[in-house]
């Protein structure tokens, strides 16, 4: 069974939006990648999201919390949140949806049973158990995520859902302190985007994954949004999410330029061959990411095959002399041609494990 991570591709409007590699350093050999085995076959009736019903909501941490705030507040008849994490003593979105609860409108959310790097039992992890308990305190309703599945990883915000106002917010964060400003971990918040999608097939898609995963648990419906990208696309996930193809394809069909957001950088990632393939075939590749998140050989091989790769952005309007975590798992591809398109979603696309088996 599959509920998957979502995310947008959508074409670019203005002002919006494993086993470890082997070799030294420098060394020109790729690390063994193997592609995923599971087929996609999209829905013969999918249908691509206009373009004028997604705009880019947000960009962290320069916006800070404040616009996530406003999008919840708009709700007048529910609330519903997929997210990693949330944390309960985070105040600048706790108390507003407390208070939205107790004005009558439901709040449901939903955050990964699991941990990366932490222990997981089957009942969840420990903190996220404490986290969820605290939030049902304050008069919200709340879930963990499927256990079937790695991680809940998913990100989006669903406000009226099923009425002719219905919207998503998909974003790349987590609902805490240290992605929206200044935080306990330093001076600055990390790099982050979100979009706001009012499609209402769009939206009605996104709502029924949402109940579908909520407990108890039923199957969701297959997506036919092919502005939608769900993992898992795993061979042992039915049906089979279209991350995979929908990824590969957007990396594949830039012709131009290709700018990527890379938290981590996995050794053995199928999709490293495919960035480096475009930057030797003439395309402008630049990587934006954090230095601790690869090893020096692919960094190397990167290099090597003609990608730009840069780390450890500052932020000139929070902290300018001060690291910024990048986050962000955004990619823009042929900016600034018609044929211009963005994605802005949850998925890690250098991490196998983030298409084919998390949430």
């Known amino acids: 069974m599959r509920r998957g991570l979502l995310a947008l591709l959508l074409p670019l409007l203005p002002l919006t939006a494993c086993s470890s590699g082997t070799g030294s350093p420098g060394s020109s050999a790729m690390p063994s990648y193997e592609m995923p085995t599971a087929s996609y076959s999209p829905p013969a009736a999918a249908r691509t999201t206009p373009p004028d019903r997604i705009t880019l909501a947000n960009v962290q941490p320069d916006d800070g919390i404040a616009p996530v705030v406003r999008f919840v507040r708009s709700a007048r008849t529910s609330v519903d949140i997929s997210i990693y994490r949330l944390d309960s003593d985070y105040r600048a979105i706790v108390r507003p949806l407390s208070e939205i609860a107790a004005a009558g ?34 008069g919200l309703q709340v879930a963990l995520s499927r256990p ?18 219905e919207r998503a917010m998909i974003a790349d964060w987590n609902l805490q302190a240290s992605y929206f400003g200044p935080n306990q971990y330093g001076p600055v918040g990390a790099r982050g985007m979100a979009v706001v999608d009012t499609d209402r097939a769009d939206v009605a898609t996104i709502a029924a994954y949402f109940d579908a995963n909520w407990p108890p648990y039923q199957r969701w419906p297959v997506s036919d949004r092919d502005s939608l990208v769900w993992s898992p696309s795993g061979v042992e996930y039915s049906p089979v999410g279209n991350s995979v193809a929908a990824l590969t394809s957007f990396i594949a069909g ?54 730009q790769v840069r780390f450890d952005p500052t932020n000139r309007h929070q902290a300018p002399r001060s690291t910024m975590f990048v986050h962000s798992k955004s990619m823009v591809a042929d900016a600034g041609t018609p044929d211009a398109r963005a994605f802005v979603g949850s998925q890690n696309e250098f991490i196998n494990e983030s298409l084919e088996a998390i949430l």
């Open 254 to 307: 830039a012709d131009h330029t290709l700018d990527v957001y890379a938290e981590y950088i996995q050794d053995n990632s199928f999709v490293l061959p495919m960035i480096m393939d475009r930057a030797r075939s003439g395309v402008v590749v630049r990587v934006v990411g954090n230095s601790s998140g690869q090893s020096p050989q692919i960094t190397q091989q990167l290099r090597d095959a003609g990608v």
């Open 148 to 165: 079937e599945f790695h991680y809940g990883h998913e990100k989006a915000i669903i406000v009226d859902a099923g009425t002719r106002r």
């Open 105 to 138: 409108i439901p709040v449901r959310i939903s955050i990964s049973r699991q941990l990366v790097g932490m222990p997981n039992p089957p009942e969840g992890n420990a903190s996220q158990r404490k986290d969820a308990k605290a939030l049902r305190a304050k």
